[in-house]
Nanobody, 121 residues
Framework: QVQVVESGGGLVQPGGSLRLSCAAS????????MGWYRRPPGNKRELVAS???????NYADSVKGRFTISTDNTKNTAYLEMNNLKPEDTAVYYC???????????????WGQGTQVTVSS
């Protein structure tokens, strides 16, 4: 079993910055990718950014140039650096970890509980 815990959310003014962290722990064999998703008020969950083992990244068009995803593989942790935040970035941010528990096993997605990000003056 893998546990996923997000941290770093909060209230920030427009134009400000926040850094989210996502720590995976437990019986970790191989993390294939980590990603950040968000659910704005009244909307569906959407992909924000993802990074695969090896470093290739993918971003939603709405955050390109403002957000940066990175990982520290020694700590099984992913980060989301968010700059020039806008009110429309307000959402609950979730971390997802795609993990394989051994050779020959299919990967499984694990999710954290989410962390609230509010961008408001």
């Amino acid at each position: 079993q893998v546990q996923v815990v997000e941290s770093g959310g909060g209230l920030v003014q427009p134009g400000g910055s926040l850094r989210l962290s996502c720590a995976a722990s437990g019986s970790i064999f191989s993390i294939l990718s980590m990603g950040w998703y968000r659910r704005p008020p009244g909307n569906k969950r959407e992909l924000v950014a993802s990074i695969i083992n090896g470093g290739s990244t993918n971003y939603a068009d709405s955050v390109k140039g403002r957000f940066t995803i990175s990982t520290d593989n020694t700590k099984n942790t992913a980060y989301l650096e968010m700059n020039n935040l806008k009110p429309e970035d307000t959402a609950v941010y979730y971390c997802s970890v795609k993990h394989r528990r051994g050779w020959g096993y299919l990967p499984v997605d694990y999710w954290g509980q989410g962390t609230q990000v509010t961008v408001s003056s």
